[in-house]
């Protein structure tokens, strides 16, 4: 862009085109701001023309997804509750792309509040996968997956509490960085669970994907549990020492799809061949991630909710209606609440508030912050393995190498009955997120479904701010994205 | 919105898995200022449990000596300078609120009675 081969005005025009081509049959993004982004390249075509320097995004297209706020249009975390929310301020991701001269062209689809691994949960109606309109883009931030899939946007961000950045990365074939809790900051993002969520980018290269976190990431006074810790080092550089790649035993169990077990031998293949040495680890703990998730992020998601009252802001339920008059405060709390917040988003408002009541909070929320210990121990007991397996602390690497998900993309309906089945779909993802680490998801092959070919990623995790060995690896092995189908 | 933490609902946490009753269902969603139907709690009721029973595994880990960790970052609260900086604009603030009257917020009579009030 910077070297005047192609203007801002014109790719902005390419994406919008794009954008009324093909959106609506995935349903991939949900506003777009077409005028505010033409009338924004044109500033930066004007701004290269005249020599003024632009940020190293200028001009790029992005879309947001709908739980990060923008002034642009609503914020609705694709909730009846929110609606009609206009947010009167922009998230400071949001501030620190359009400085780097970015493009916000569009929101993008989610499971509402980021509740869901499918995207089918959400106001907008379902997004649809663009290597199979029948089948899931994987969720929550299934509207930039399908949106960076299907060419409709270079780029998008997504936010991941349980995995919701890499589990639909995989399931449309893009890159998905999940970066080390605190890399980023939350503020302006809609908490679901406040001690797991982070911001990241969807993208089709590694390399875009580390320029936009760079970009995005740094210490923000208004998010005290932001890191000072230098961007700088988010880039992608050759190996400096040996390397080595955990492989958990419980990646390679029962329960994958072929498709998933095969991208798994040949993300081991490729990393062998690029110099690493392999080694068997055990995550003893990973069978518990789930339940230890779950009852964490919902009891975080019950307090962080708490602020959806209709009163301040969001869904008010009125006494015009069929129901029942709104005689007080609390009726009209409960009534607002139960209308504008979906029946799995209640669920889990419920399922966090009676882990965190009197009499349960021991067994059930205690339990978890402790069992959430031991999960972060054994990555960080594998981490350590492969650093000396590499060739000690000293100057050794080390990532841990997993499935982004047991299959691939689901058929469209076929998890939403079964409450825990959904669930399971993160049983891969949500231990990063637990112990706080980097983690990205890139592309690797295909899996046969009739005439469709899925895409399957695999996950590349690295210890707590250790994104440039993430990044790495991750370059060494990540395959091109696969063309989605028209 | 506060909320209550007293008065838990009637099944023994101590039990091996929790028989989670309509009864607890709506306890709960009072507590969390939801107003359910009777059907709706029928359906809670039954994910909840089946969720409840998943969850239960966890009772079988050995925990002895282990500290409970409630974030990644373990730091303590790090301080800030008590500088005084500029918030949003009131009229923001107030055009976020579905119900307003000048410069107040509307809500229904908070105390007792009847009938739905003003500010």
Sequence with gaps: MQSGSQSASSVVRECLARIERDNPKINALTQVFAREALSRAAEIDDAIVRGVPVGPLAGVPIAVKENICTTLGQTTCASRMLANYASPFDATVVERLHAAGAIIIAKANMDEFAMGSSTEHSLFGPTRNPHDLLRVPGGSSGGSAAAVASGLVPVALGSDTGGSIRQPASHCGVVGLKPTYGRVSRWGLVAYASSLDQIGPLARTVEDAALVTRVIAGHDPRDSTSSHALASDLAITPFDGPWSVCVPREGRGEGLSPGVAAAMDEAIARCRAAGATIIDVDLPHAGHAIAAYYLIATAEASSNLARFDGIRYGHRASANGDGPPITDLDMLYRLSRSQGLGREVQKRIMLGTYALSSGYYDAYYQTALKVRRLIKQDYDRALAAGRTAAGGAASGHAVVLMPASPGPAFAIGSKTSDPLAMYLEDVFTVGVNLAGLPAITVPIDTERAGTAALPIGVQIIAGALDERTMLRAADRIASPCPTAAR | ?119
Excluded: N, W
Aim: aromatic share 2%.
């Design chain 2, 1 to 119: 919105m506060s909320r209550d933490h007293t008065s838990p609902p009637a099944a023994s946490p101590a039990a091996a898995a929790p028989a989670l009753s309509e009864q607890d269902v709506r306890h709960i969603a009072r507590l969390a200022r939801l107003a359910p139907s009777d059907d709706e709690v029928a359906r809670y009721r039954t994910d909840l449990a089946a969720i409840l029973s998943y969850v239960d595994r966890l009772r079988a880990v050995d925990l002895a000596g282990v500290e409970p960790m409630a974030t990644p970052l373990e730091m303590t609260g790090p301080m800030e300078r008590d500088e005084p900086r500029d918030g949003l604009a009131r009229q923001a603030l107030l055009g976020m609120a579905p119900a307003i009257d000048d410069v107040y917020i509307k809500v229904p009579k908070v105390l007792g009675g009847e009938g739905a009030g003003g500010a």
